[in-house]
């Protein structure tokens, strides 16, 4: 199991921007905005912005974890987590839910998604960290996650209904693939901080930043830029 640490690895990377110059741009609910929240469109730093390591031992634990099917995870207890009531639900098919649901390509993808009896585990790409076990009923219809255990971070200590919404987006523009905006937590005041923060969070699978809940989200019209 080789992402098991007795201390915890962090994640050392650094940022390489294509370019210094960036356009932030907030739009309120309106014609211009396909989401029913104001959002900040953060894309020209997250679609653009590198991300490598000089941990030669984070890139090797990287390259490793292309090869896993999270199966090193069934049963794996977060040791002083908390956990978070929830009635999130997906839309399913009825086939069975095991394996991974999302793998990263590249260190710009930030994290793996694995689906193993009735949990989804939540994982960073580059460390192997477990940050959210998601139980979930699954259904020949649905699947609702009831609950999520997580790693307390300094945001989600403040405020943890943003394990709710972490976890919602991450279901539905990773495993899904939905172009979904996410919610930045209160304290970051201004749009670099929004931006840097979203994309150590979920790298460049990130474009629409939000201070509002997204768990009510609607898709107004599709966004075809």
Not at 59 to 70: C, D
Request: glycine share 4%; with cysteine.
């Amino acid at each position: 199991m080789f992402r098991l640490f007795k201390k915890k690895k962090e994640e050392s990377e650094s940022f390489q921007p294509k370019s210094d110059e960036y356009d932030f741009k907030w739009y309120d609910i309106g014609d211009d905005n396909p989401y029913n929240k104001r959002i900040l469109d953060i894309r020209s730093l997250t679609q653009t912005m590198l991300s490598f390591t000089s941990d030669k031992e984070i890139a090797v634990l990287f390259n490793k974890q292309r090869n896993s099917y999270g199966e090193e995870l069934i049963n794996i207890k977060l040791k002083g987590s908390n956990s978070i009531l929830t009635n999130l639900e997906y839309p399913h098919n009825g086939s069975k839910m095991e394996g991974a649901g999302f793998k990263a390509k590249c260190m710009e993808d930030k994290w793996d998604i694995y689906f193993w009896n009735g949990i989804m585990y939540l994982t960073r790409s580059w460390t192997g960290e477990l940050i959210y076990k998601a139980h979930t009923n699954v259904t020949a219809t649905n699947f609702i996650i009831t609950k999520i255990e997580f790693i307390e971070n300094e945001y989600t200590h403040a405020d943890p209904s943003l394990v709710i919404d972490n976890v919602h987006f991450l279901v539905l523009s990773h495993a899904f693939g939905r172009l979904y905006p996410h919610r930045v937590p209160r304290a970051l005041k201004t749009e670099k901080e929004i931006a840097l923060y979203s994309f150590n969070q979920f790298g460049h699978n990130c474009w629409y930043a939000t201070y509002d809940n997204i768990i009510d989200t609607l898709i107004t019209r599709n966004n075809t830029e």
